[in-house]
Structures are given as C-alpha cells and as structure tokens.
Nanobody, 119 residues
Framework: VRLEESGGGSVESGGSLTLSCAAS????????FGWFRQVPGKKREWVAC????DPYYRDSVKGRFTISRDTHLVYLQMNNLKPEDTAVYYC?????????????????WGQGTQVTVSA
C-alpha cells in the first residue's frame, strides 16, 4: 500500500501547478484524501481534503486551490500561487470515507513533492 505524489516544481508568483496523488496496492474508491504541506522547521499543515466526497480548504488557499479525484488519482489544482505556498506537499488517507482534515495523523502518506514559488 503506497501513495505517490507528483507534479511539483518551481513557478513564479501567480503561476499554476497541478499535483497528483496515485495509490498502489488499493483502489481509491471514495476514500477521504487530504493534501498537506510542510516547510522546514514548521509543523505540517492541512491544505485541502475530500471528506465524504465534500471538499474543504484552509482559508489561505480558498478560491485558489481545488481538490478533485477521478478513478485513479487525487488532484490538487493550485492557481495564483504565492511565495508562501512554497513547501513540500503530501497526500494522505486513512482508507475510510471520512477523513479528519485538520489532523496530522493519518495511516498512509506519500513521500512528498516540492513546490517552490518565487516572487
């Protein structure tokens, strides 16, 4: 059972990136998924999640980020990126339909993908 993120990179402020999270060893089904990010020296924070298939976002990314899914992948579309969005981004799931979006404790995590936004 493994999660793997992809799609990170370096963009200028105002740019866009789409992150993907792929699961191996189990089907995505309708499990709850979350996207989190971490800056060195700071606690990992939640960014967006699909909880019982409803999307939720932290205030700082509302209107700029969109979480979605298809049969095989969970996505995080990030628009109008800002330097403060720079972080390593992780996807996570508990393989349950609900997920506690703001919790940092989940059963399955990816290895992370770096997003760097320059001013």
């Amino acid at each position: 059972v493994r999660l793997e993120e992809s799609g990170g990179g370096s963009v200028e402020s105002g740019g866009s990136l789409t992150l993907s999270c792929a699961a191996s060893g189990f089907m995505l089904e309708s499990y709850g998924f979350g996207w989190f990010r971490q800056v060195p020296g700071k606690k990992r924070e939640w960014v967006a999640c699909l909880n019982n298939n409803d999307p939720y976002y932290r205030d700082s990314v509302k209107g700029r980020f969109t979480i979605s899914r298809d049969t095989h992948l969970v996505y995080l579309q990030m628009n109008n990126l800002k330097p403060e969005d720079t972080a390593v981004y992780y996807c996570a799931t508990d393989r349950t339909f609900s997920i506690s979006c703001e919790s940092d404790e989940h059963d399955y995590w990816g290895q992370g993908t770096q997003v760097t936004v320059s001013a």
